[in-house]
């Protein structure tokens, strides 16, 4: 089956663009993650703590909402494409930038300190990408494949995850701890920055906006539609509801997606005694399982709609996640590398639907202001774990902690899945543009007839 049926040469690129483009996209945001952990004292001293490592992933985590608002609102105003190109030539340049970045040897501090203030850039531009890119190719999507493709675009995420594992692993084994450490890891981040470069080059050549899309952005600004209160509008106007529905869903899995990749890949060496190579497998593996799901999980989505699927994978979460963490983590009775890959797939899988939820609820000209925005605002909070997480500790115990967060993620995203719109399949046969519009004159009618009631 084909993805792109029946369109023209430039949509079908930006829909192979916004799926291999999230693949780069989640290169960059994994780096840091995995790649740069077993090196972690070559840059910040021999006596690097966790707090270094967690600091280098919070700047890229908290440029990400900054970046959202500011390419969001120039996405909505000159175009998807323009501005996905400036996005990646920006994450490219950080990339690039951190291979090179001198040792703690040779300059101390400034060494750790100018990578986190490289990653936060990097933030910016990784949000302006997803926040252009994502929102066009739903744009040019077929509606009935729409949540298959929201659904490969997602699972790009754990794709790269599994790539940074293993190929990190291949360079430890390949070069020796001590030689990865000292300067291994620069080849990481080298070949991240060169497949941005490629990225570009393929946007720059074969992709373009589409033209129902600019029509209608164009004819919503003549008519002063709302977009002219930019963001204003989308976090406290008319998009307000729409906006912090999927404020609190999307902060349900980014609780649970910190609990089980970034938190995990920590314990996985401190608790269950793992070596850095052994922890790259065991996330690798996890992430191959969570991509083989999420691919299909937008497409369940479309199939039994878009409340129900959020409703019933937030209860699973809520309920099978804590059980599997104590199971894996805390007792031990289930094989870490399949406690794992089973703690991701119940959890993270939940993105699948996500690309094409969020496009589906703002209308063209505040599509990627609305999309980006709730997409990374949300992360802010669940990103500060290495901050909040110690005095949940204190009260519900060293893995008592983690559960409890895993149950308010999918209690979260359960929750704020019911209060969005059915989106039942029938309703998303349309494209999303018209979907979109739909939503938003039934919202304003609802809105009008209570103020008259």
């Not at 970034?262 to 690798?284: F, H, K, P």
């Not at 590398?337 to 094409?356: H, R």
């Amino acid at each position: 089956m084909t993805l792109v049926p029946g369109l023209p040469p430039a949509g079908r690129a930006a829909v192979r663009g916004g799926v291999i483009g999230n693949y780069v996209d989640q290169l960059s945001i994994f780096l840091p993650v995995v790649a740069l952990a077993p090196a972690l004292a070559t840059l910040a001293g021999p006596h690097a703590g966790v707090t270094a490592g967690a600091s280098v992933i919070v700047a890229t985590l908290l440029g990400r909402p900054i970046g959202s608002m500011v390419f969001g609102r120039l996405s909505d105003r000159i175009g998807r494409t323009r501005t996905t190109k400036v996005a990646i030539a920006g994450t490219a340049a950080c990339s690039l930038a951190i291979a090179v970045v001198p040792t703690h040897e040779s300059i101390g501090v400034l060494a750790i300190s100018t990578v986190v203030l490289l990653r936060f850039i990097g933030g910016v531009f990784l949000a302006g990408e997803y926040t252009s890119a994502i929102p066009l190719a739903m744009e040019w999507s077929v509606p009935r494949r729409r949540g298959l493709v929201s659904g490969l675009i997602m699972s790009m995420a754990p794709w790269a995850q599994s790539t940074i594992a293993f190929v990190t692993a291949a360079l430890i084994a390949l070069l020796g701890p001590e030689t990865y450490a000292a300067w291994g890891w620069r080849l990481v981040f080298a070949a991240g920055g060169a497949a941005g470069l490629a990225l570009l080059g393929y946007y720059s050549s074969r992709v373009a906006d589409a033209p129902h899309v600019v029509r209608q952005r164009e004819r919503a600004a003549e008519e002063g539609a709302p977009a002219a209160l930019g963001l204003r509008a989308v976090l406290g106007g008319h998009y307000a509801g729409a906006f912090w529905q999927m404020f609190g869903l999307m902060t349900g899995l980014w609780l649970m997606t910190n609990m089980v990749v970034i938190l995990a890949t920590g314990r996985l060496g401190a608790d269950a005694g793992l070596t850095g190579s052994r922890i790259a497998v065991v996330m690798g593996v996890a992430a191959v399982a969570q991509a083989l799901v999420m691919s299909v999980t937008g497409h369940l989505s479309t199939v039994v709609g878009r409340r129900r699927f959020f409703i019933a994978w937030g209860l699973v979460a809520a309920v099978a996640a804590p059980l599997l963490w104590w199971g894996t983590l805390a007792a031990g009775v289930i094989p870490v590398i399949v406690g794992i890959a089973l703690l991701q797939v119940i959890t993270v899988c939940g993105y699948g639907p996500v690309g094409a939820y969020l496009c589906e609820r703002f209308p063209a000209h505040v599509r990627s202001t609305g999309y980006g925005t709730a997409y990374s605002l949300s992360i802010v909070a669940p990103a500060l774990w290495p901050w909040w997480l110690p005095t949940v500790e204190g009260a519900l115990g060293h893995d008592g902690s983690v559960a409890a967060v895993l149950v308010v993620g999918g209690l979260l995203v359960a929750g704020c899945g019911a209060l969005g719109p059915r989106l039942a399949p029938a309703e998303l046969d349309r494209d999303v543009e018209s979907l979109a519009r739909a939503r938003d004159e039934a919202s304003s009618e609802a809105a009008f007839a209570g103020g008259h009631s």
